[in-house]
Structures are given as structure tokens and as C-alpha cells.
């Protein structure tokens, strides 16, 4: 005689295949939610047109931190400011814009993983990158903790 547990295992393992992974893995952050993290997201991007990396930094947690490809970690608001300030010194500002969102998370942390394009101020296309952000809320206002990024390889000519 067969349990009422052997019975229930196909249909379990159907369920989660149904409801896909992120279902299995993580709850999907309110739409709320989402817009707040991609309008924080948009004040990055304009900070960094604007060459403002004062501004960037205090988009962060006191102790936010970037995780680099190829370089040491930066931690800290202030150091994250500095690191943008140093390797656009006496350069004009490029562009960033972010697309093909993820959100993962609950109204406390998200994990947004997303694409980003780099271009300088002539538009021309510099750099496609994928990276992962984690963002806290500290009160009412969404901040950066964890910003990761890696670049999708070297450009081909014709990419714009």
C-alpha cells in the first residue's frame, strides 16, 4: 500500500518546476520596491553624468562596498566617492544606463542583478557590463551595500 507521502513527491516536484526558479529560490520584491531600486539606479546615473561622485558615494551604506573586477575592494561611502573621483580626474563624465532587470528580495534587501552601458560623452559605446547590486533600506531610503560588475568582453567593431 502506497503512503500518502509517496503520492504527494510527483506532484511537489511538478509544483515547483511550474512555478519556476525564483519562486524556488527567492520572493520577487513588490513592484514598489522594484521602482524605488531602479529610481536609485537613475540618481546613480545621473550623479555619474554629471561627474558628481560625491554624490554616488552617499548612495551607499556607511561601510557599501565595490567589488571591482581586477582590483581591490573600495569600502565606504567616502572611499567610494574617492575611487570615482580618482579615475575620472580631469575627464569628462561618461554616461551609464541600466537594463534587463532581476530583482530578488523583501522590502528590507534586494538583490538586483541587471546590464549596464557605459558611453562617453560623444556616445560613443565604451563598455556592456553585467553586475549585481544587494540594497538595504535604512528608513525610508533604498542604499547600496554591495555593487558588483564585470564587463561582457571586448567590443567588436560595429558595436555601438
Not at 22 to 35: G, H, K, L, N, R
Not at 47 to 63: C, S, V
Not at 85 to 94: L, R
Amino acid at each position: 500500500m502506497k503512503s500518502i507521502f509517496t503520492e504527494l513527491i510527483p506532484f511537489a516536484v511538478a509544483l515547483a518546476i511550474a512555478a519556476g526558479p525564483a519562486a524556488v529560490y527567492a520572493a520577487s520584491p513588490q513592484q514598489s520596491t522594484e521602482a524605488a531600486i531602479k529610481a536609485e539606479n537613475a540618481r546613480w546615473a545621473d550623479a555619474f553624468k554629471r561627474g558628481d561622485y560625491q554624490a554616488i558615494g552617499r548612495l551607499y551604506t556607511e561601510d557599501g562596498t565595490l567589488l571591482q573586477p581586477g582590483g581591490p575592494r573600495v569600502v565606504g561611502a567616502a572611499a567610494i566617492s574617492k575611487y570615482f573621483a580618482q579615475i575620472y580626474a580631469g575627464k569628462t563624465p561618461d554616461t551609464v544606463s541600466f537594463s534587463n532587470f532581476e530583482f530578488y528580495g523583501n522590502d528590507k534587501v534586494v538583490t538586483e542583478v541587471s546590464d549596464s552601458v557605459l558611453r562617453n560623452s560623444e556616445g560613443k559605446l565604451l563598455s556592456r557590463d553585467k553586475q549585481i547590486l544587494i540594497f538595504l533600506k535604512q528608513g525610508d531610503t533604498w542604499k547600496l551595500h554591495r555593487d558588483m560588475w564585470n564587463n561582457d568582453g571586448s567590443l567588436k567593431p560595429g558595436d555601438r
